[in-house]
């Protein structure tokens, strides 16, 4: 038996393609939000250490801009493929939509090994993304940010490229800067506390009990470790499970977060933890947890383990960890999934905040951020729930109707379409 290759850009096609029929899209308008509105490839060559020059290929996806100027991260990533950024645009453009921001969906794409490069050599990357792409980008244009593999110390070289070539101070070009350079504060966490929010949102309106119960983190980075961090601080969960790209540790009896996040910063894995068991990223996904985050890649949860998965609530960190076919086999078994591009939003909203406090040149304390990031998110749950119940659908169906209608609105009044 062939399998087909996993295109992520075809699965969120196919997204679009059933919210278009709910929603009785015209045909115009169907097919103009299946397709990204800019496409940029280029081809950075970069002096290494070794005085070597290596070739990097890279994009920017500039998906749909009616709402606002195109808005998504930056991903290094060795697999990296254009379908990959445009999924991910694509999903940038539901998202920034689902929680009602004033921005359109982007994403860019760096296809290079980050763990083979040197800090040095990531700068010189860093600053050559940046050159390519400069005419494109800006706080009325594209914004990018971090993701899988990109840090604030790189969002920090972007933006000083940036304002060298511009000749001017512009730290609203790229979010997720550090604090120095105009960062926001909370944007570190905020991922993970967006899901954290929709996760207490989802299990009041469904009776369940959060407190004391399990929890299991599938991919143990940013996303991953704040969301280990914040479910026992906000939500009161116990963390028994955790992995990374190399392994994973188990204790059904509970593991710090704290303890864990702290031996995955010295060590750079989890491996040799030792208050708890080896377990692999399969058996983590099908462990009996409350909550289950994916907060890794994309296709983790698919048709062949979908069955094997026993959380009550899948609050989905990463970007498009689970397939349609898995979708339709988790919502038969009863579970509750956080759509993506609703569960991470959290990021992208304070990325927003960041933004906005650039262009004011004043910035808010934690406290404020974490109200603004909570009331985003529970209304923007609310929506979604609402919206589901009415039509009586799931939650990711619901996410994408009312994100792609508020897309499809803005295109029409803009007379695109
Ligand atoms: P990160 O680079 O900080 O962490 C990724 C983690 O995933 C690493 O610990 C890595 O070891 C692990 N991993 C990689 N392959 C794995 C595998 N096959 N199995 C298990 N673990 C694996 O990245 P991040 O920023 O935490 O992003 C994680 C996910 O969250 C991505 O899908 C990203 O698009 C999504 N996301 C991130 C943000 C953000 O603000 N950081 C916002 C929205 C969505």
Redesign the pocket.
């Known amino acids: 038996m062939t399998t087909e290759p996993f295109n992520p850009f075809t699965i969120a096609q196919q997204q679009i393609d059933q919210a278009a029929e709910k929603l009785e899209l015209d045909k115009g308008t169907h097919e103009l939000l299946r397709w990204p509105m800019k496409e940029i490839k280029v081809t950075l060559p970069v002096k290494m250490d070794d005085g070597s020059t290596k070739i990097f290929h890279a994009f920017r996806i500039q998906y749909n801009t009616a709402r606002g100027p195109a808005k998504g991260?930056v991903?290094w990533h060795p697999l990296e493929t254009i379908d990959t950024v445009r999924a991910?645009a694509a999903w940038m453009t539901w998202?920034t939509s689902v929680v009602d921001l004033p921005l359109g969906g982007g994403k860019g794409g760096v296809v290079c090994n980050p763990k083979e490069l040197s800090q040095t050599e990531k700068e010189r990357l860093a600053r050559a993304y940046v050159r390519a792409l400069a005419g494109s980008l800006g706080v009325t244009k594209d914004v990018p940010?971090?993701?899988?593999?990109?840090?604030p110390q790189i969002m920090a070289w972007m933006m000083d490229e940036y304002e060298t070539i511009i000749g001017e101070n512009h730290p609203g070009v790229i979010t997720?800067k550090p604090l120095a350079l105009g960062g926001s504060k909370g944007?570190g966490d905020?991922?993970?506390r967006g899901g954290i929010y929709v996760t207490r949102e989802a299990a009041a309106v469904n009776g369940i009990n959060l407190d004391g119960a399990a929890m299991a983190v599938?991919?143990?980075?940013?996303?991953?470790?704040?969301a280990a961090l914040l479910g026992e601080e906000i939500l009161h969960m116990k963390l028994v499970a955790a992995?990374?790209?190399?392994s994973?540790v188990y204790n059904p009896k509970g593991i710090s977060a704290a303890a864990l996040v702290d031996h995955?910063i010295k060590n750079g894995?989890?491996k040799g933890f030792q208050e708890a068991d080896e377990i692999t990223?399969e058996e983590?996904l099908a462990l009996p947890v409350t909550v289950l985050f994916?907060?890794?890649?994309?296709n983790?949860v698919r048709a062949d383990n979908a069955q094997d998965i026993k959380c009550r609530i899948c609050c989905e960190?990463?970007?498009?960890?689970t397939t349609p076919d898995a979708d339709r086999i988790l919502d038969d078994k009863g579970i509750i999934v956080l759509p993506?591009f609703l569960a991470?939003?959290?990021?992208?909203t304070v990325?927003y905040f960041e933004q906005v406090q650039n262009a004011y040149n004043l910035y808010w304390e934690l406290q404020e951020v974490h109200w603004r990031l909570d009331k985003r998110m529970t209304q923007a749950f609310a929506g979604v729930y609402e919206m589901s119940k009415r039509s009586k659908i799931g939650l990711r169906e619901a996410a994408y109707l009312v994100g792609v209608a508020r897309v499809a609105e803005a295109c029409k009044l803009r007379g695109w379409v």
């Open positions: 991260g991903r991910l998202k940010a971090p993701d899988v593999y990109t840090t997720g944007r905020a991922t993970a599938q991919g143990f980075g940013n996303a991953g470790q704040n992995s990374d790209s190399r994973g995955k894995v989890l990223n983590l994916p907060a890794a890649l994309e983790v960190l990463a970007n498009g960890p993506d991470n939003a959290g990021g992208v990325s």
